[in-house]
């Protein structure tokens, strides 16, 4: 089903970035901005170890594409878990595709 699709994929990422940072030599503290047409996703994250998510991103349809958009903040969740990652997500903007696009650029970009 879609909910443990998303779920698992995101543990799977966690554990595999937490499994390539190691020791976390060389890593540093980052985050980053991302405008896309209408809107602004904001990334800040920490490969400290203490998994935490602070999400700020509201969307109003109840799907965008073939994925349910109340799963975002659980793919996200289950990354920061597994990860050990403190997260914090914030997206604003009127085009529901824009922000969640946004949102994941912006943390590959972090």
């Not at 020791?23 to 996703?41: A, Q, T, V």
Request: proline content about 3%; charged content about 30%.
């Amino acid at each position: 089903d879609e909910h443990h699709t998303i779920e698992d994929t995101a543990i799977a990422l966690g554990e595999a970035l937490l499994k390539a940072l190691g020791d976390k030599r060389g890593i540093e503290r980052y985050g980053f901005l991302l405008p896309m047409d209408d809107s602004l996703c904001q990334i800040a994250l920490d490969f400290g170890g203490r998994p935490w998510l602070v999400w700020d991103a509201e969307f109003k349809r109840e799907r965008i594409g073939d994925v349910p958009t109340e799963m975002f903040f659980h793919f996200f969740k289950s990354l920061s878990d597994a990860a050990r990652i403190n997260l914090n997500i914030k997206a604003e903007g009127t085009n529901e595709h824009h922000k969640i696009e946004g949102i994941f650029k912006a943390l590959a970009h972090s």
